[in-house]
C-alpha cells in the first residue's frame, strides 16, 4: 500500500529584505511516516523550508498543501497535527519544568487525568525527573533541550518539526534523542529534522534533503546521495614542505584519470570516484610506490570516505560546516 502524502510543496519561493533569496521554486512531496533530514550550509535556507511548512511564514509564490489543507488557511488547524521545535527556547526561567508541562498542556487543551498521565509519561521519557520541579533557570542546556522537546510532543503532533534539535546535547543525551525519533516515527508519526550533524542523518533519516542557497539540490536516500556525488578522498602527507611538483602531478593523472590532485604545503589530496575496480589498499600502494620514484618520503596517509559532507561539496563547492561570511570569496568547484 503507497504512502498517503503528508507534504506537497509546490515552487515555493521566499524573499527576505534586500534581496536576500531563502528559497527559490521547491518543489517537495514528503510521505506519511518519514524521518527526514534537511542538510546545508548555514543561511542556505533550512530553517525558512521548516517554517514554511510549518505554516509560521508566508511566501510570495508557491502553494503549500500539509495533511491535504492549505498551510496558509488552515493554520488554527494544523496547530494540532504540527509540533515545531525551534531553536529558541519558549521556556519561562523562573518557572519549574513541572509547571511548564503543565502551561502547555492547558495551551494545547489537555486537562485532567488526560493531562496528567502526558505529563507523567513525558517526564519518564525524557528522564526529567530529577530536575523537573526546579526552576528552569537552574537548568543546563541539555536539560533544558529535553524539557523542550518534551514539550515540543505533549499534545503528540502527526508531524514533528525541530531545527538543530541536539545542538545542546551531550553524547548521550544524543543517543537518546536518535531513539526516541525512531521510537516516535514507529508510532505512525512523521519527523523532520534539520541538522548539521550528518552521519545519525545518515543513519536514522529515510530520506535526506540537500539546500544550498535556496535551491533543493538533492532529495533521496542518503546512502542513494552519497553514491551519486560524493568521492573518496585519500590524503597523504610529506615529511617536508611540498612545493607544486608538476612532474607528479602529471604522473598521478595518468594512473588517476578521473582524480581530482590538490598540493597544499605538506600535503596531497587525492578526491578519487569509485569505480567497480576500486580498491583502497591498491590505489594507496600504487600512490606510495610513486611517491618513492620521486624520493618523496611519507608522513601519514589517511582515507576519508564518502560522507553527505563530500556530497554536498561536490555538489556547491561549499563544506556544510562553513560559517557564512560576507566576504567568503571561495569560488565553486566546477560540477
Known amino acids: ?40 550550509a548555514n543561511g542556505s535556507g533550512k530553517s525558512t523550508l521548516l517554517k514554511v511548512i510549518a505554516g509560521t511564514l508566508e ?28 531553536q529558541d527556547r519558549a521556556l ?8 511548564m508541562l503543565c502551561y502547555f498542556s492547558a495551551l494545547y487543551g489537555l486537562s485532567g487525568k488526560i493531562a496528567e ?18 526552576r528552569v533557570k537552574t537548568y543546563s542546556g541539555g536539560q533544558a533541550q529535553r524539557l523542550h522537546l518534551a514539550i515540543g510532543v505533549i499534545h503528540q ?11 545542546a546535547l551531550d553524547p548521550a543525551g544524543k543517543s537518546f534523542f536518535w531513539d526516541f525519533i525512531q521510537s516516535y516515527q514507529q508510532q505512525g508519526n512523521s519527523i523532520i529534522i534539520v541538522s548539521h550533524e550528518l552521519e545519525p542523518v545518515r543513519q536514522f533519516c529515510t530520506r535526506v534533503l540537500l539546500i544550498d542557497k535556496g535551491r533543493l539540490i538533492a532529495n533521496d536516500t542518503a546512502d542513494n546521495i552519497i553514491h551519486s556525488y560524493a568521492k573518496a578522498v585519500l590524503y597523504i602527507k610529506t615529511t617536508s614542505k611540498l612545493k607544486q611538483n608538476d612532474n607528479i602531478k602529471h604522473s598521478m593523472q595518468q594512473l588517476f584519470a578521473s582524480a581530482d590532485i590538490q598540493f597544499k604545503g605538506q600535503t596531497v589530496r587525492l578526491e578519487i570516484e569509485q569505480t567497480k575496480d576500486f580498491n583502497q589498499s591498491s590505489v594507496l600502494a600504487t600512490i606510495l610506490k610513486l611517491f618513492q620514484e620521486y624520493q618523496l618520503a611519507v608522513a601519514e596517509c589517511r582515507w576519508e570516505e564518502p560522507s553527505l559532507e ?24 566546477a560540477r
Open 1 to 40: 500500500m503507497q504512502a498517503a502524502t503528508l507534504i506537497n510543496l509546490q515552487g515555493i519561493c521566499k524573499t527576505y529584505p534586500k534581496g536576500i533569496i531563502a528559497l527559490k521554486s521547491i518543489n517537495l512531496k514528503i510521505t506519511e511516516r518519514e524521518i527526514v533530514g534537511i542538510v546545508g
Open 59 to 86: 511566501v510570495e509564490q508557491g502553494s503549500s498543501e500539509i495533511f491535504q489543507l492549505n498551510a496558509q488557511k488552515n493554520t488554527e488547524k494544523l496547530k494540532k497535527l504540527i509540533s515545531y521545535v525551534n
Open 92 to 99: 519561562d526561567p523562573e518557572m519549574t519544568g513541572k509547571e
Open 117 to 134: 498521565q502526558r505529563q507523567k509519561k513525558l517526564i519518564d521519557t525524557f528522564e526529567l525527573d530529577e530536575f523537573i520541579t526546579r
Open 157 to 167: 503532533p502527526k508531524l514533528l518539526l525541530l531545527d538543530e534539535p541536539t545542538s
Open 310 to 333: 563530500n556530497a554536498y561539496f561536490n555538489l556547491t563547492g561549499f563544506n556544510i560546516s562553513a560559517p557564512v561570511a560576507k566576504n567568503n570569496k571561495k569560488k565553486r568547484k
